[in-house]
Nanobody, 126 residues
């Protein structure tokens, strides 16, 4: 198991930027899929972006071209750079990790991830 701690949330106006960080610790031997998910009040948790162990990335359509996921191997930290933020991006953001399925493949659904951070709030005002 890996432990995850997020930071970097906050409040911004529409069009602004934020960078979320997720520090990973614990298991230094297993290579993990890592992803960002978000959950708005009254809505199901949804995938924002994920990065596989081969550094390939996948984004939700709603954030493509605005958000960038990356992972720093030396710092064992996952990042989410969020630009051109919109009010509909308002949510609690969570980082998650799990070992890959069948080679490099990382699943897209939150219930398929076993390690979670505590969440960080992002609020975008119009």
């Amino acid at each position: 198991q890996v432990q995850l701690v997020e930071s970097g949330g906050g409040s911004v106006q529409a069009g602004g930027s934020l960078r979320l960080s997720c520090a990973a610790s614990g298991d230094h031997y297993t290579r993990y899929c890592m992803g960002w998910f978000r959950q708005a009040p009254g809505k199901e948790r949804e995938e924002v972006a994920r990065i596989s162990i081969d550094a390939s990335t996948t984004y939700a359509d709603s954030v493509k071209g605005r958000f960038t996921i990356s992972y720093d191997n030396e710092k064992t930290t996952l990042y989410l750079q969020m630009n051109s933020l919109r009010p509909e991006d308002t949510a609690t953001y969570y980082c998650a990790a799990r070992p890959p399925l069948g080679g490099f493949w990382c699943p897209p659904f939150y219930y398929q991830y076993s390690s979670w951070g505590q969440g960080t709030q992002v609020t975008v005002s119009s």
